[in-house]
C-alpha cells in the first residue's frame, strides 16, 4: 500500500471526518480573534511507530494551507515518551478546530503500525508472513492497511473484488470444494484462489482441486505442522483463527507461508498525543 496511490483516498478520509467534527462550523473557536496565530507541538506519551502523517497534513490543508508543519519523525520510525513528533504554526483558530481530527488519524494509525510491528518483531529470522485482514475500521480500510505496512507487516486481499477466499457457506451453497475452485477459475483465471479448510481432509480436497493457497482455520501447531508436511509446497498455507503473539512464533516454525492476525486492525490500542501550544 503506497502513498502515491492513496492520494486521492487521504482526501476523501480527512473531508468525511472534518464534516462530522465541524459540522456547521466550531462555534468555541469563534472566542479566539480570526487574525490571532499561534505555534504548537505535538508529542506522544508512548513508546510507538509513526503513521499518518499525510492524513494529519490533509487535515490542516483543508481547512486553511497556511498552517505550517515540520515534521522530527516519518512514518514507519520509532518514537518514544515525550518526544515531538512535529510543531505547526498557522491561524489559531485553524489549529483548534483540526487539533482533535489529526490527532485521531495519528493516534490510531500509529496504533496500528505499533501493532503490526510488534507482531513483526516476533518473527524476525523466519521466513512466515504475517497478514492483515478485513476486520478494519469502517471507511479506513485502506488506511490501516497503509499502517500495517508501515510496522512490518503484509497485506492481504484489499476487499472482496481482488481474490478469491472460499469459506464454508460459499462451499455449501456451492456443493463442494472442488466444484466452487472449479467455478472461479471459469469466473477469472487470473485471480488468486484461496480456499478455507477445517481439517486435513478438507486440506486434501483443496489440494487436488488446485487451490493457490489454502487457509487453516483454527489448526493447532501440531496439526498445522502436519499440514505442511501433508502439502509439500503444492500450494500456500496460510494459518488464522486465535493465534495470538505468545503463539505466533509457534505457528510460523511449522513452516507455513502467512499468518492472518485480524487483531492488527481490529483490536488496536491507540497512541496516547497531545497537541500544546507554545
Known sequence: ??????????????????DEDLGSGDITAQLIPQEST???SVY????????GRNWFDAVFRQLDDRVDIRWYANDGEAIVPHQVVCTLE?????????????????????????????????LEGLNTRILDTRKTIPGLRRAQ?????????HNHRMGLYDAFLIKENHIA????????????????????????????????????????????????PGETRKAVALTAKRAQLEASGGITLNT???????????????????????????????
Open 145 to 153: 492497511k497503509y499502517a500495517v505496512r508501515c510496522g512490518g507487516c
Open 38 to 40: 499561534w505555534k504548537a
Open 90 to 122: 498557522g491561524p489559531t483558530r485553524c489549529l483548534l478546530s483540526g487539533e482533535r481530527t489529526a490527532l485521531n488519524f495519528l493516534q490510531t494509525l500509529s496504533g496500528t503500525a505499533t501493532l503490526a510491528n510488534t507482531c513483526a518483531r516476533r
Open 248 to 278: 505466533l512464533r509457534q505457528y510460523a516454525e511449522t513452516g507455513v507461508d502467512y499468518i492472518s492476525v485480524g487483531s492488527l486492525t481490529k483490536d488496536i490500542h491507540a497512541i496516547d498525543l497531545s497537541m500544546r501550544f507554545d
Open 173 to 220: 451453497a456451492t456443493g463442494s470444494i472442488e466444484s466452487a475452485i472449479n467455478m472461479a477459475r471459469t469466473l477469472n483465471k487470473e485471480l488468486v484462489v484461496e480456499v478455507e479448510v477445517e481439517n486435513l481432509e478438507e486440506l486434501e480436497q483443496a489440494l487436488q482441486a488446485g487451490a493457490d493457497r489454502i487457509l487453516l482455520d483454527n489448526f493447532s
Open 1 to 18: 500500500m503506497l502513498l502515491e496511490t492513496l492520494e486521492t483516498q487521504i482526501e476523501q478520509d480527512v473531508q468525511r471526518a472534518l
Open 44 to 51: 506522544t506519551r508512548d513508546p510507538a511507530i509513526l503513521c
